[in-house]
């Protein structure tokens, strides 16, 4: 194996569990798209991951699991009150999405975020071997580029932000904007969900720091730092075999028998998160019916929304806020035996879900502002009968590549209804021309496209 192909990969979360107990005890590996990219180049060239279990306290020695080191980094049940619930969550989160919320500026937040990124950067500096590739993920690592580089000068270090890089007048909000901007161009390669996020990065990087050069190449320290835009993908090929499966096929009739076979099925699938726009989506919804074109003997809305951060209180009181308006649509327009929202607050098994996308004529993908919004590729690569219609927001990164989908603003309400009502009416050879474009663009890129393209880029410089 040569030294020179390795790969150290550093994420806030490890993609793996500790699953048993005592000398038992083992790795497993937790589903999700960025392993599932990931892994495989790790298994090729072998390296290391880098994060966190996601418990607080002392964490577990580093261990060898699939052909690659695991190594976690502890965080102790104060930092991740600060670093992860804090900074992360409720400063640069809602900073980084359009302010939607308002960011909570904290000092005592500050120190722990610095202190916990100087530690992933030590253990990264640990795992490495002399000329390994370091890719660093996501905003709540943006310091380790810089700490990383310090320690070791030697390696190439490529870092890939999963959400969107705010407009340099709302990013000059933050009391600590050059100390991040100078975080991230301690790499040699800083990537984005999209061209914008990108050029707002190096607008951003030449009014806050000494680095000068255009959008996608800045001098800084007296280095290049590449600056593009990496738009991720999803496992594709996996999406196409489970929904062409007769078991998911099956599972998508029963959906569709149980809501009633005449009836049409608008799908929402979030993390119910304020980004995602769920309740923004739920008065468009109150609009649609009250409209009165479609009432509920012919349109059902779902909604299926898997709680996520429920200890900020901003996530606590946005789902009261979108039960309550479930009620109220529901109130206002369902019939006995006839529902007009069914809204699930669950996580689904990744098979159900394509149970669901195939059985949706409707996919409304509505968030407010997101970096990619990876449902919107899972719905289309779902629809191996090239059925289905995506509606899918302007401020969804994803809508740079499904340019086919009906994009809406989902703050404009009578629009979006319209959207809806539009989407259902699609005549269907056109919605069957606009669904096969929108799946050659997510089979000519996945996700596996998506990380050799970051890496060849890092590794060429
Ligand atoms: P998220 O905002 O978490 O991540 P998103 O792209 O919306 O990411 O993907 C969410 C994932 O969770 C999808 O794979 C989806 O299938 C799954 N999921 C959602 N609801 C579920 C449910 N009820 N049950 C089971 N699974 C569910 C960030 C950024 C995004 C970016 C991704 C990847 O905010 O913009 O696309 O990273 O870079």
Redesign the pocket.
């Known amino acids: 194996m040569a030294a020179t192909s390795r790969t150290v990969v550093i994420s806030n979360r490890l993609p793996v569990q500790r699953v048993g107990k005592g000398p038992s005890a083992r790795w497993q590996t937790s589903p999700g798209?960025l392993v599932t990219a990931i892994e495989p180049i790790l298994r090729r060239s072998g390296g290391a991951w880098v994060g966190w279990t996601g418990v607080a306290g002392s964490s577990p020695r580093p261990a060898t699991h699939e052909g690659y080191t695991v190594r976690p980094v502890p965080l102790s049940s104060h930092e991740v009150e600060t670093f992860y619930h804090g900074f992360s969550n409720s400063t640069l989160w809602p900073l980084y999405h359009d302010a939607i919320r308002t960011p909570e500026f904290h000092k005592d937040w500050w120190g722990p975020y610095v202190e916990v990124n100087r530690r992933f950067a030590r253990a990264a500096a640990a795992a490495a071997r002399k000329g390994d590739l370091v890719w660093v993920h996501d905003f709540h690592l943006q310091l380790v580029p810089h700490y990383l580089r310090e320690l070791r000068p030697d390696l190439r270090i490529g870092f890939f932000l999963?959400?969107p890089f705010p407009p340099e007048e709302l990013f000059a909000w933050l009391p600590w904007r050059t100390q991040i901007l100078e975080g991230l161009l301690g790499a040699d390669l800083v990537g984005f969900?999209t061209h914008a996020g990108a050029q707002n990065f190096s607008r951003a990087a030449r009014a806050f720091t000494t680095a000068d050069g255009t959008d996608t190449s800045l001098e800084f320290d007296g280095r290049i730092v590449a600056v593009g835009s990496f738009p991720?993908s999803i496992d594709t090929a996996w999406y196409e075999k489970a929904a062409a499966d007769p078991a998911t096929i099956r599972d998508a009739h029963a959906i569709r028998s149980r809501i009633g076979p005449s009836r049409k099925i608008i799908l929402s699938?979030?993390?119910l998160?304020y980004t995602k726009g769920i309740d923004t989506r739920l008065q468009a919804i109150g609009e649609f019916f009250r409209r009165g074109r479609y009432g509920v003997d012919d349109v059902v809305f779902i909604q299926?929304?898997?709680p996520s951060r429920e200890r900020v209180g901003d996530y606590a009181r946005l789902r009261t806020r979108i039960e309550q308006m479930v009620g109220s649509v529901n109130g206002e327009y369902s019939v006995p035996g006839r529902v007009a929202v069914h809204y699930f607050r669950?996580?689904?098994q990744r098979e159900e879900?394509v149970a669901y996308y195939r059985a949706a004529d409707v996919m409304a993908v509505t968030p407010l502002r997101?970096?990619?919004?990876?449902?919107a590729k899972?719905y289309v690569a779902s629809r191996v009968d090239s059925g289905g219609v995506l509606v899918l927001s302007e401020f969804a990164?994803a809508a740079r590549e499904l340019r086919r989908a009906l994009l809406v603003n989902p703050r404009d309400l009578e629009a979006t209804a319209s959207r809806f009502e539009e989407a259902l009416a699609l005549p269907k050879d056109d919605a069957r021309h606009r669904m096969n474009i929108l799946r050659t663009v997510v089979r000519r890129h996945d996700v596996f496209e998506w990380a050799d393209t970051f890496i060849g880029a890092l590794r060429r410089g």
């Open positions: 798209g999963h959400i969900q991720i699938v979030d993390r998160d299926v929304a898997v669950r996580s689904l879900l997101d970096g990619m919004n990876l449902v899972e990164g």
